[in-house]
């Protein structure tokens, strides 16, 4: 897994040689944003299904075609399984938050989404706006510290940015 530790091992022993001081103070810099990043992964886990509740609620009113209740199977299945992935997104970036890298995001939610989507002819802009919701939702002090909230939002903007 991606992680800024082992991006900056590979890249300097890709390149034969080893890690440069611009890659070790990248990496002191991760170290010290480490604090934030597990507060703001402990308070994502502490209110996970209320997020992700709140963003699909968001995604939900916003996207009236997926709230018509009655339309036929595909669109409760739809959405059950929009559900399913806004909660998904918000576990992987609480992954990537205690990493300190966007590995979890990268394996596991990005590679071959956009495919897949395409495929199943699945619209992203849902999950987009369930993402974006939960990134402008965030208050500091109120949910967490200013900088945890800015980790937290950095990780959201990566998502966001990936399925755009």
């Known amino acids: 897994m ?3 530790v082992t991006t ?3 890249a300097a022993d890709a390149a034969g040689r080893f890690p440069s001081s611009s890659d070790l103070e990248s990496v002191q810099g991760s170290i010290q944003r480490s604090a934030a990043r597990l507060e703001a992964a402990e308070k994502l886990a502490a209110n996970l299904d209320a997020v992700a509740k709140e963003a699909y609620d968001a995604c939900i ?3 009236s075609y997926l709230n018509n209740a009655g339309e036929a199977n595909s669109t409760d299945t739809f959405k059950a399984k929009c559900a399913r992935d806004i909660k998904h997104y918000l576990r992987l970036i609480q992954y990537s938050l205690v990493v300190g890298g ?14 897949v ?9 849902p999950y987009v706006e369930a993402l974006s919701y939960a990134r402008n939702r965030g208050c500091a002090p109120r949910d967490m510290s200013a900088q945890a909230l800015t980790e937290y939002n950095a990780l959201l ?3 966001i940015n990936s399925l755009s």
């Open 102 to 115: 966007t590995g979890p995001l990268d394996e596991w939610g990005i590679a071959g989404q956009r495919e």
């Open 117 to 125: 989507y395409r495929a199943l002819s699945l619209p992203t802009a």
């Open 8 to 10: 900056v091992i590979a």
């Open 61 to 63: 009113s916003k996207y």
């Open 2 to 4: 991606k992680s800024v």
């Open 157 to 159: 903007d990566y998502a």
